[in-house]
């Protein structure tokens, strides 16, 4: 083979010496002889064979190794990257190539990861080539989505970031709504699940991309994708908005999780059997685990119930409390405490008593302090009227 190599490469007719190069590739291909493919790179790559040919080459190479069984064409396409990176600037068009047909290997192989991590090493911002912004934002679009396959929101995350730059506000095409599709799925993976909600209801509104009617299996996804998130979510003030929104949507009716969305909406107290029935239709990292050993469903939950109990008592010991809500009063203690410090909630508490008494009650006292305040002054004045008038006299 390498005297082969060496043969073309002394031929002194440029056009015959390009022809042997390129049958010899071809037959390196259909017979799927992978050593003789590595030898072809590397002596493609060697000083003997001019730039220009070099290029031309390596992109009939890129163009023909996805006639290679995968095995063989992974094997080729790592060595291929690792001999052409010391002449990287020189080779971007044929590197790219390469990184895009072995992705599609690893992503048909569902190897998200490194096919996230081979097109990641695509230099898409290059100062020997220009590249558009669509082609830009595509590709980060795309890595993002394979990191999210791999359950990997943080490097997700990273690159659409990146792609938030390229896309054009307010757009409608296929590659915005992709965009969108992929932060509403990372606000969802990394519990910012308030955020989530709004990209998914957005993304549920959208009814034509480019002028093709979105599936309403689509739509019903992403909306109830919303719902869920919104249940998850903290409890508090803007949950509060986001829930009447979806309650207020008719959309809404038809989904599966509606029951839940109003026992939620309407700030009733969810029972363990609507919880576990809910819990089912949950993702796995919808599911995880907290430092303190509880899931994100049981916090939410947790902090439902409070806030609903809060509608129903002016008052109520913390030992009672946790009975209502299935915890430690001293769990109970502290959820309640957060919930007013981050004003999530109306209230204060009595920790010598154990009572917490919520927003009702609290106004009813301040009510009762003004009024006193009031009164007070009012004696006072009248007092200060008789003085002056000497109708009394003061000591």
């Known amino acids: 083979m390498d005297a082969r190599l060496n043969a073309i490469a002394a031929e002194p007719d440029k056009k015959i010496k390009f022809d042997q190069y390129k049958l010899l590739l071809q037959e390196s291909i259909s017979g799927v002889d992978e050593e003789t493919c590595k030898l072809f790179v590397e002596h493609v790559l060697s000083e003997s064979v001019p730039l220009v040919v070099a290029r031309q080459l390596l992109q009939i190479f890129a163009d023909e190794v996805v006639l290679l069984p995968n095995e063989v064409q992974k094997s080729v396409s790592v060595f291929a990257l690792e001999k052409i990176q010391p002449r990287m600037v020189s080779f971007e068009e044929q590197v790219t190539k390469v990184r895009e047909n072995l992705a599609s290997v690893y992503e048909r192989e569902e190897a998200w990861a490194k096919a996230a991590q081979v097109l990641a090493g695509i230099d898409l911002d290059s100062g020997s080539r220009v590249l558009d912004n669509e082609y830009k934002l595509e590709k980060n679009i795309k890595i993002a989505q394979l990191y999210l396959e791999e359950d990997d929101a943080t490097c997700a995350e990273a690159f659409i970031k990146r792609a938030s730059f390229l896309v054009e506000g307010g757009s409608h095409s296929k590659l915005a709504l992709l965009y969108k599709s992929c932060h ?212």
């Not at 955020?195 to 309403?216: C, D, N, P, T």
């Not at 809910?278 to 919808?286: I, P, R, V």
């Not at 916090?299 to 008052?315: C, D, G, I, P, Q």
């Not at 301040?366 to 009248?382: E, F």
Request: charged share 25%; aromatic share 6%; with cysteine.
């Open 184 to 395: 509403a799925r990372i606000q969802d993976s990394k519990r910012r699940f308030l955020e989530a909600a709004l990209r998914y209801y957005e993304l549920s509104q959208i009814e034509q991309v480019e002028g093709q009617k979105v599936e309403e299996e689509s739509l019903e996804m992403a909306l109830s994708a919303a719902v869920t998130c919104t249940i998850l979510a903290a409890a508090g003030p803007q949950r509060s908005r986001v829930l009447a929104t979806l309650y207020k949507d008719e959309r809404c009716f038809k989904l599966p999780v509606f029951p839940i969305l109003e026992k939620v909406y309407l700030e009733r107290i969810l029972r363990p059997h609507e919880v576990s029935a809910f819990a089912e239709t949950l993702k796995e990292h919808q599911k995880a685990k907290l430092s303190d050993g509880s899931t994100v469903l049981d916090r939410a939950v947790t902090e439902h119930n409070l806030l609903s109990a809060s509608k129903l008592y002016n008052n109520i010991m913390f030992t009672e409390l946790g009975m209502l809500l299935g915890i430690e009063a001293e769990k109970a203690e502290k959820v309640a405490a957060r919930m007013v410090s981050e004003e999530r909630m109306q209230g204060s508490i009595d920790q010598v008593d154990g009572i917490i008494y919520f927003a009702n009650d609290v106004e009813e006292l301040a009510q009762w302090d003004t009024q006193i305040q009031s009164v007070c002054l009012s004696v006072n004045s009248i007092v200060d009227d008789m003085v002056k008038k000497q109708v009394i006299v003061m000591p």
